[in-house]
């Protein structure tokens, strides 16, 4: 199994970024793909994930209506858009998989077993 995240850079508040997943080594349409988010001194938080088989989506208090996550199945493809960013959204943002049950849980997300290197995102102020 191989994540491999990418698009995170340097963008001033307000701006937008779209992170992507590139998923190998599974089947993509079992799973389901999560993406979290850790900040230097902060605990790790689990920000939005996606299932595959049937499409439900979770969103963070933090992010909900500023963030969109989707998939390309045929290319095996994940992404993040946050809009609106703001200085509070830098972090090492990581990307996960897991079977549904496994990350959607009753109270917020659970932690997949399989991880990417992490792309780092910076909000300037």
């Known amino acids: 199994v191989q994540l491999v995240e990418s698009g995170g850079g340097l963008v001033q508040a307000g701006g937008s970024l779209r992170l992507s997943c590139a998923a190998s080594?599974?089947?993509?349409?079992?799973?389901?793909i999560a993406w979290f988010r850790q900040a230097p001194g902060k605990e790790r938080e689990g920000v939005s994930c996606?299932?595959?088989?049937?499409?439900?989506?979770y969103y963070a208090d933090s992010v909900k209506g500023r963030a969109t996550i989707s998939t390309d199945n045929a290319k095996q493809m994940a992404y993040l858009q946050i809009d609106n960013l703001e200085p509070e959204d830098t972090a090492m943002y990581y990307c996960g998989a897991d079977v549904s049950w496994v990350l959607f849980r009753a109270w917020g997300m659970g932690t997949p077993r399989q991880w990417g290197q992490g792309t780092q995102v910076t909000v300037s102020s």
């Open positions: 080594g599974f089947t993509f349409d079992d799973y389901a």
């Open positions: 996606v299932s595959m088989s049937d499409g439900r989506t």
